[in-house]
């Protein structure tokens, strides 16, 4: 693929040698971010896959399946590039290092990652082998009422960590996938927005960090929760099909194929995502009449790959229940959304909950477990409590202005994107739980695509489009400096009481309920035993 320079005639106030010199200065860093993308979803995959074969049969997680990931990775995030390999490799090196350093710096005290996410990943290390055997094993381990859907989760994540945990010695290493996964999106959307959006360099970095930092990956930085991957995975699938379609390089379609494949294998609804998108790229393609049986193949062929290799939950669940996702829903059941809002609330038609929820005001957890959400005003609330979970307001206090702007642009009479934006649409709302953040977090795509198709003609787009990139950057600020203040908080909490110089972490500082508390203990023995 072709990275050469699209830059705007030189001004008045800039040198033309000056504009080259910055034009090649950022192009160097796009080859950059690429590579780093290709390594983040290779390194993945390798780890998984190696992870998956060695279990079914029969040796486990053991720690030169990390190393094979990071050497598969390297050979192709290096591979495709003519030239500055050695800045590549060294670009790379760093991220890894530093996403190594950030997961073992702010370890996992979150809901969801002390109650099953971490004591999965410790069985998966003892030896629990999820092809053969029963869900008994998982009984001691999570509560009861857990263990089967944990034993029919996809666990492409969880496998990731173990055998970090194996190579590392400390399960809090697994959390780098979440900070590696984080960056993946960043090169594909400044490639899209320079190349097909036709901005400036700058420009396209700003989209590039707002399209990377979904709130729920930031939110879910230092946990153990999935979600934040599932975004990344998405948000990156979408990108590299958005570049694919600008400039038909097989290096963007395998990108795109290679992130469908771990979409089906991060959790129950990559499933189905991945099909609704993988469908959302054919149908765009018949509509340009352009590459549609490859595009077509090629979706097919990673939905069945990433199917096969998480075989161990929808192949096992089709060939015993009749239905692949039944880990998570079956007829007849309760609805796991049950306990999760106040029943006035879930008693609402879907579209109007979905409504309700982003357009609401941010709440602590027990007034969105016992109201209904309440509806504000735009601009009126700047206030943000970092949750890894929050149900109303998920995607930070400007998501509501960013959607409005969004709509406007469009009302205004573009149309550039509507096959993807209707896509990312019924993508976010197909499940019943489209109105809870981190469990539809494409809701964040929807506003950032008007500023990746080309740029607007008239002054009045060019406008909307400032103010839709503006607020969106000062949505990423609140909630990033947020999580950041309560993951140092949480680390030094942490660190301090591995010590012995401070009091252990409470079960009421964290909000936790008691069946937590043997999660939190052994973590301390752990961190004290190093």
């Known amino acids: 693929m072709s990275f050469a320079s699209t830059s705007q005639p030189a001004t008045s106030f800039v040198g033309r040698r000056e504009c080259r010199g910055r034009g090649r200065h950022c192009r160097r860093l796009l080859r950059w971010a690429l590579a780093v993308t290709r390594f983040a979803l290779v390194f993945a995959l390798a780890v998984w896959a190696a992870v998956t074969v060695c279990i079914a049969c029969g040796f486990g997680v053991q720690s030169w399946q990390s190393w094979f990931g990071i050497v598969i990775g390297f050979v192709a995030a290096l591979q495709p590039m003519a030239k500055d390999r050695r800045g590549a490799a060294l670009a790379v ?11 073992l710096r702010w370890p996992d005290c979150s809901w969801d990652g002390v109650l099953y996410h971490q004591p999965a990943m410790h069985a998966l290390v003892d030896g629990w082998n999820p092809w053969s055997d029963d869900v008994a094993v998982l009984i001691d381990r999570v509560p009861a009422g857990l263990a089967c859907a944990v034993h029919g989760y996809p666990k492409a994540a969880w496998m990731v960590g173990a055998a970090l945990d194996v190579a590392t010695g400390d399960l809090a290493a697994g959390n780098m996938l979440h900070w590696l996964l984080l960056l993946a999106p960043f090169g594909p959307a400044w490639f899209v927005a320079r190349r097909r959006g036709r901005r400036g ?51 963007w379609l395998s990108l795109a194929s290679l992130s ?3 979409l089906v294998g991060l959790k129950l609804t990559g499933l189905v995502y991945g099909a609704i998108l993988a469908g959302t790229a054919v149908l765009v393609a018949v509509h340009r009449r352009r590459e549609v049986l490859r595009t077509a193949v090629a979706g097919l062929l990673a939905l069945t790959i990433g199917s096969a290799l998480a075989g161990d939950s929808y192949g096992r669940a089709l060939l015993e229940h009749g ?4 880990a998570a829903w079956s007829p007849g059941r309760p609805s796991v959304m049950g306990n999760q809002a106040s029943a006035e609330f879930l008693a609402l038609p879907r579209w109007e909950r979905i409504g309700r929820a982003l357009a ?15 509806p504000r005003w735009p601009f009126s609330s700047w206030r943000w409590r970092h949750r890894y979970d929050a149900r109303f307001a998920g995607f930070g206090p400007l998501h509501l202005e960013a959607m409005l702007l969004a709509m ?9 994107l509507g096959g993807w934006a209707i896509g990312i649409l019924v993508a976010a709302s197909a499940t019943e739980a489209g109105w809870w953040a981190r469990l539809a977090p494409m809701w964040w795509l929807l506003p950032l695509l008007p500023l990746l198709g080309r740029s607007a003609s008239s002054r009045c787009g060019v406008w909307i489009e400032r103010c839709l990139l503006a607020v969106l950057l000062v949505n990423v600020a609140i909630v990033g400096s947020a999580a950041l203040r309560h993951a140092g908080r949480i680390g030094v909490e942490w660190r301090n009481a591995a010590a012995g110089v401070g009091p252990a972490p409470t079960i009421e500082q964290y909000r936790l309920r008691p069946e937590h508390a ?7 023995r752990e961190l004290r035993a190093r």
């Open 408 to 416: 406007v642009w469009w009302v205004c009479g573009s149309r550039r």
């Open 93 to 103: 090196g760093a991220v890894a290092l530093l996403s190594l350093g950030a997961a």
């Open 323 to 326: 239905n692949p996702f039944h």
């Open 201 to 251: 360099w700058l420009q396209g970095a700003l989209i590039a960090v707002v399209c990377a930092a979904n709130p729920v990956v930031v939110c879910q930085l230092s946990t153990s929760y999935v979600d934040g991957l599932l975004a990344s995975v998405s948000t990156t699938f979408v990108l590299t099909m958005l570049a694919y379609e600008r400039h038909r390089g097989r290096g």
């Open 260 to 262: 469908l494949v771990l």
């Open 518 to 524: 043997p999660g939190i203990e052994r973590r301390l």
């Open 360 to 374: 609401s005001a941010a709440c602590d957890d027990r007034t969105e477990l016992e109201t209904m959400p309440a």
